[in-house]
């Protein structure tokens, strides 16, 4: 089994996490209890993670196929963005505004507003074969996807839209520069995460290097050698004090790794 050094703090988008060898995913063969780590937008990796997996690059690809578009799950979304402008393919401009892979974007039914990649998936292949969007449940940011994803079939539709394009830039306009994994938890049914910690205070609240984002509330930054464990305390603290509050449970969008 080929192995790549990795290092957290680096590669993953919030720059935090340990230097470790993560497993190649090469020829379908997925070593056995591992956890996939996709390009790591959306993770916080502990200093002790298990062992992890990637997939190789045999599967960062774009092709036409029986009149479906047929994706590799380790694809960056810009670059399925830019094969659909290229080739006038309706329904992927909002990939433009998704930092991640197609694996990860599945695994999490990734999206803006009402536009997810489910709406146009057709099918995933996985170690046990291709399986129909009909077999899998998803709803808002999550999926029933428990194995990992090797390709995905989706609609084939013409029509890149340069206006979509326009308008899903604007609404990824708010967001704060610093590194952070994207929103850090999900919105609960009829409010707004980033409301509701802004309502509790912790808007702009740091913790060490860490912090909730003085642009958008949901946002956990890191403004230079952030930790884990900062991480974690901002986020039961926001957890906590809107629960206190609110009544409301603050579900994490970001995945955290760790060995416990």
């Known amino acids: 089994m080929n192995t790549k050094r990795i290092d957290f703090s680096k590669f ?3 720059r ?19 956890f996939i780590v996709g390009s790591a937008n959306n993770l916080l990796v502990s200093p002790v993670p298990p062992p992890l ?9 774009i092709k036409i196929e029986d009149n479906r578009l047929v994706i590799g799950a380790a694809t960056p979304g810009g670059r399925v963005v830019s094969f659909c402008k290229k080739n006038d393919i309706a329904h992927f401009e909002y990939l433009s505004k998704l930092p991640g892979t197609v694996g990860g974007m599945l695994k999490m039914n990734a999206g803006l507003k009402e536009y997810e990649i489910f709406n146009h998936l057709i099918a995933i292949r ?3 074969g291709w399986k129909n969007k009909a077999e899998l449940e998803y709803g808002y940011r999550k999926t029933s996807i428990s194995e990992v994803v090797f390709e995905a079939a989706f609609d084939l539709e013409r029509g890149f839209s340069s206006e979509r394009l326009e308008m899903f830039a604007q609404m990824r306009s708010n967001q704060p520069h610093e590194p952070s994994a994207g929103s850090c938890f999900k919105n ?17 609240k740091r913790v060490g290097a860490m912090a909730f984002s003085e642009v958008h509330a949901n946002f956990l930054v890191n403004y230079g050698g952030g930790t884990y464990q900062e991480a974690l305390e901002l986020i039961h603290e926001a957890q906590t004090r809107v629960k206190k509050q609110f009544d409301i449970e603050l579900q994490c969008e970001v995945v955290i790794i760790d060995q416990k």
Do not use: C, Q, W
Not at 53 to 61: A, H, P, Q, W
Not at 188 to 204: F, M, N, Q, S, T
């Open 12 to 14: 993953s988008s919030i």
């Open 16 to 34: 935090i996490g340990p230097a470790v060898d993560v497993a190649l995913i090469e020829n379908d063969l997925v070593p056995e209890g591992h």
């Open 53 to 61: 997996m990637i997939l190789s690059k045999e599967y960062d690809f």
């Open 126 to 128: 996985t170690p046990s």
């Open 188 to 204: 609960p049914p009829g409010d707004y995460a980033g409301r509701l910690i802004e309502a509790v205070g912790l808007k702009g």
